[in-house]
């Protein structure tokens, strides 16, 4: 018996070990490097220089622009993530009904989230040229005078937001499957006790699919903070950095102004904050996550 | 030029990994594709033009047989730019049958980032091509030697070049590289507008007056909605280093000449009368269209291009375009004088890796490449360097090209001349304040530059400590 568990042992770690090779190689290896690196002044080209804290401490108490990107960052976050979360579940919503042609219709609806990012902000920057750009012609047709979008420091934030919205399909899949999973008993029960469509979205649906909302928030804050494609291509933080996001800060700072050493003090600090939001999502989660099967 | 072509480029996976080997830290990486960005690196090439999207097949190893020595050269051109390389590279290899030359292409952002870790780990291409701003910072990392002990070994006259086309590879009176293509700016109009509306086309030697003037009298609203039909100039956005012109015209400079200190250069009387007449083109004259696209690099507007700008002012890279464009009867000129005459000057060279094992052969090559041999060849793609070629293929009587070549004689110079963290420091302030005064007609913009001073300052001494 032993001996059969622990053969088996074996082969799990055997059959894992592409992953576990290329997760070792690949990420546990350059994120030691970076902590490493997130304490001196290297160029890439010179030595790294240990310079202790300083990185951090100029971050914190001098860099005007690391605060600035952790606002923009942060009230992206927050602008984001419940669009997502809602956006993403009312799509999955209509996904689900039970009409004709509805696989089209899921296909069309995730079509922008296998675009290469680049080509669809590209896209999106058409779409908002102040000059002749097509949402403000259509909102020329209503007689609106459209914002400048991204070229106006009091809208380029929300342009940005409008772009992402592209990108519910990818949530609206988890959410799909999610929803798929609830046990059509349990909607038949509770009609024939009488319940409308709302009782039974607040009190089965929304219930049983907990589990697929707190996978899609964590999904959702990490990949939020992470935001850098959108920004990098149509604003380049601008203007007044309006939208520098996080990420574009590193990115400048690592590749325009070749200081490796400040840039992985920031992805350690990003790294820091994801982590800390993570844990608190999933602590609070034994209070609104129901799994099936389990007591409550 | 079509914003497209820069943004299509899309860049490498080598970039990427990079990328995220920092984004690794952050848990999941999601593998951003970034763009090409449209870095002034590119912009000293004459090739962004001509590089449709595509990017170049990964280059095979070169087969080179036991007595023939390899040479690697570095380049950021990519697509229909690597033409010219390659047949100088054949016309040389036809010469000298003991080299064989292999061209290695890095398109796009990550050249620079690439070419670093490769000097770092004493495996650079031999022979490297780089844009002006670079030159300092390379070259205070050691990556190239000197080139006045192979010039004087050979006799290499460098009195083949148009004026001001070696200062840019000079550093600290030394000189590194030898140059490849360059671009002053200009001001190219649209004779139609000018003919439909009865005014004269500018001429060299005009002001900043007699441009406000002329952008005035071409700056019409037909239908009195507010916004013209017309506008008199299309200038480049918060592009920084076009920016330079301004300043060198209104008899400033952004940073002392020892490279020290941008306080009371940047924030100087001179530079904020250069910030205070660009903002007005914009916003009390109005004579200027809003930028269209901030992060381009020249402020992402097409209405020159469709006809609907007299005037743009701007390198020669989107030229040819504009020659086969039906809506444009183009006319160039040199820019206007401020206080100054002054223009600045957009460059790329090539110099040798200080780690190469072939210096000779290598040298040999660049003579080649960036000399009367090669101008042979690079005349059909841009301005060429070498004066007896310039003069004839007739492009220094051309009343098109000729305008540039002419512009050559009143450089002034760029401001990452002084400092190898020019891109690090001033660059981003610099590129802020003219958002600033770009966006708020009601900006205080001796405020804003004596901001950009103080902000560009703080970073400088971070670099140097």
């Known amino acids: 018996m032993h001996k059969k568990v622990r053969r088996e042992t074996w082969a799990f770690y055997l059959c894992i070990s592409p992953w576990l090779i290329g997760f070792l190689l690949f990420v546990v290896g350059p994120m030691i490097a970076s902590f490493y690196i997130s304490f001196t002044r290297w160029n890439l080209i010179e030595e790294a220089r240990w310079v202790g804290m300083a990185n951090f401490e100029r971050l914190f108490l001098r860099d005007a622009k690391f605060w600035q990107s952790l606002r923009v960052t942060l009230l992206f976050t927050l602008l984001y993530v419940p669009t997502e979360l809602v956006g993403g579940l009312g799509l999955a919503l209509l996904m689900n009904q039970k009409i004709r042609g509805i696989k089209i219709v899921r296909t069309i609806y995730y079509l922008p989230s296998v675009l290469a990012g680049v080509a669809y902000v590209v896209v999106w920057m058409w779409m908002l040229n102040p000059e002749g750009g097509l949402v403000n012609g259509a909102l020329a047709v209503f007689g609106i005078q459209g914002p400048r979008w991204l070229t106006d420091p009091d809208t380029a934030l929300y342009a940005i937001w409008l772009m992402s919205i592209w990108g519910l399909g990818r949530t609206a899949i988890i959410y799909l499957a999610g929803l798929q999973g609830v046990p059509p008993a349990l909607y038949e029960a509770a009609s024939l006790d009488g319940a409308r469509a709302g009782r039974l979205f607040w009190n089965i649906t929304v219930p049983l699919i907990t589990p697929t909302i707190f996978f899609n928030l964590i999904l959702s804050i990490i990949s939020t903070f992470q935001t850098f494609t959108s920004a990098y291509v149509s604003t380049n933080g601008g203007p007044l950095d309006s939208t520098l996001f996080y990420v574009l800060y590193i990115y400048q700072q690592a590749f325009g102004s070749f200081r490796m050493g400040y840039s992985s003090a920031m992805a350690w600090i990003l790294f820091v904050i994801i982590l800390v939001l993570t844990l608190i999502v999933v602590r609070s989660s034994s209070r609104w996550v129901y799994y099936e099967g389990e007591a409550t | ?465």
Not at chain 2, 287 to 306: K, L, R, W, Y
């Open chain 2, 1 to 465: 030029m079509n914003p497209l072509y820069v943004w299509l480029r899309i860049k490498h996976l080598g970039m990427l990994s990079a990328f995220c080997t920092l984004l690794l830290v952050v848990g999941a990486c999601t593998a951003p594709v970034a763009p090409v960005e449209p870095a002034e690196s590119n912009t000293t090439t004459d090739s962004t033009e001509n590089s449709a999207g595509e990017e170049a097949d990964p280059f095979a190893p070169v087969e080179a047989s036991a007595e023939q020595v390899v040479i690697r050269v570095g380049t950021g051109d990519s697509g229909e730019g690597l033409a010219p390389h390659q047949e100088i590279i054949r016309r040389f290899e036809e010469a000298n049958p003991d080299v064989k030359v292999q061209l290695e292409p890095v398109s796009g952002n990550d050249y620079y980032a690439r070419l670093l870790t490769q000097i770092a780990a004493g495996d650079a291409p031999d022979i490297m091509n780089i844009g002006d701003d670079a030159v300092p910072r390379f070259v205070e990392s050691d990556a190239f030697i000197p080139l006045q002990s192979f010039i004087d070994d050979s006799n290499f006259d460098t009195s083949v070049y148009l004026s001001g086309l070696l200062a840019p590879g000079t550093f600290d009176g030394e000189l590194y590289f030898l140059p490849k293509d360059y671009s002053p700016l200009a001001v190219y109009y649209n004779e139609r507008i000018f003919d439909e509306n009865g005014v004269d086309y500018p001429e060299d030697g005009w002001t900043w007056d007699d441009f406000l003037a002329t952008a005035q009298a071409l700056t019409i609203d037909d239908n009195g909605d507010g916004t013209p039909e017309t506008w008199g100039i299309q200038l480049p956005g918060p592009w920084t280093t076009g920016f330079e012109y301004w300043v060198a015209a209104a008899g400033g400079q952004l940073i002392s000449d020892d490279g020290s200190t941008y306080l009371g250069y940047m924030d100087s009387e001179e530079v904020i009368s250069a910030v205070e007449f660009y903002q007005s083109l914009y916003t009390e004259f109005g004579v200027a269209p809003p930028p269209a696209d901030m992060s381009a690099f020249g402020g992402g507007n097409a209405e020159f291009d469709n006809g609907q700008a007299a005037m743009r002012i701007f390198g020669r890279w989107p030229q040819s375009g504009m020659m086969e464009n039906p809506n444009i009867d183009l006319g160039v000129v040199g820019v206007p004088a401020g206080v100054e005459r002054a223009n600045v000057l957009f460059w790329g060279g090539f110099g040798i890796f200080s780690g190469t094992e072939h210096p000779d052969e290598a040298w040999r090559f660049l003579q080649f490449y960036a000399g009367p041999d090669g101008a042979e060849v690079w005349k059909d793609w841009a301005l060429p360097a070498v004066t007896s070629i310039a003069e004839e293929s007739g492009v220094m009587t051309d009343s098109i090209n000729g305008v540039w070549i002419k512009e050559l004689d009143h450089l002034a110079p760029r401001a990452y001349m002084s400092t190898p963290y020019w891109g690090s420091s001033a660059d981003p302030a610099l590129r802020s304040a003219l958002e600033a005064a770009i966006l708020d007609p009601e900006a205080d913009v001796a405020a804003l530059m004596s901001q950009a001073a103080t902000i560009a300052q703080d970073e400088l001494e971070f670099s140097l400590e």
